[in-house]
């Protein structure tokens, strides 16, 4: 049974860079999954930010993709966000995700972690 | 970009049927999957490949997708039901994941 979980920082001042890692357990990464990060602001939806696939492919929300560095640790089973420049409005509960390589949904979800952007 | 919409709300009577849309051009063509989240917890896929139910889903969700407009069905809703519903779609002509705004269903 795959498990993931998020860490990192709960609190980020603006214009700095928001880091977090995505530990999974149960299942390879290296296997032929993407892996993947969503998040959701308090009281809003669901916004995909980006996924990696086993092979380091990666793909990621065009509203976001200047900002966004998704990278895969294949020695610690562990895949990472990097976002920089952030503000307010990425202050949200960020999910790492295991996503189906053909038909793109995701059947595992971490718990969450929120991450505020404040000075 | 392709957008998904799904309306804000839906409220059903326990024991009752309650529809959730999610409209999009020719999503059809699409495979539709979805996800409901309670409070507090993250999503929990319900759906995939339009009317496919992972296991533990009880059968009384189902889902179709036809035309513009897929469709998640609860029938003899609990109160337990009561959740955020989202649909999601990749976007295979753009390489993108898009989900739906979400919809409140509320057991009255």
Redesign the interface.
């Known amino acids: 049974q795959v498990q993931l979980q998020e860490s990192g920082p709960g609190l980020v001042k603006p214009s700095e860079t928001l880091s977090l890692t995505c530990d999974v357990s149960g299942h390879s990464i290296t296997t032929a999954y993407y892996w993947?990060w969503?998040r959701q602001p308090p009281g809003k939806?669901?916004?995909?930010i980006g996924?990696i696939y086993h092979t380091g492919k990666t793909?990621y929300?065009?509203s976001l993709r200047s900002r966004v560095t998704i990278s895969q640790h294949t020695s610690k089973n562990q895949f990472s966000l990097r976002l920089t420049s952030v503000t307010a409005a990425d202050t949200a509960v960020y999910?790492c995700a295991r996503?189906?390589a053909v038909?793109?949904?995701?059947?595992n979800?971490?718990?969450?972690t929120l991450v505020t952007v404040s000075s | 970009?392709y957008v998904l919409t799904q309306p804000p709300s839906v409220s059903v009577a326990p024991g009752k049927t309650a529809k959730i849309t999610c409209g999009g051009d020719n999503i059809d063509s699409k495979?539709v999957?979805w996800?409901q989240?309670k409070p507090g917890?993250?999503?929990?896929?319900v759906m995939?490949?339009d009317s496919d139910r992972?296991s533990g889903i009880p059968e009384r969700f189902s889902g179709s997708n036809s035309g513009n407009t897929a469709t998640l069905t609860v029938s003899r809703v609990e109160a337990g039901d009561e959740a955020d519903y989202?649909c999601?779609v990749?976007g295979s002509d753009s390489?993108?994941?898009?989900?739906?705004?979400?919809t409140k269903l509320t057991v009255l």
């Open positions: 993947g969503i939806g669901l916004e995909w996924n793909y929300n065009p999910y996503l189906i038909a793109r949904y995701f059947d979800w971490g718990q969450g | 970009s495979s999957h996800y989240q917890q993250a999503p929990v896929l995939y490949y992972p989202f999601q990749w390489d993108h994941l898009i989900f739906g705004g979400g």
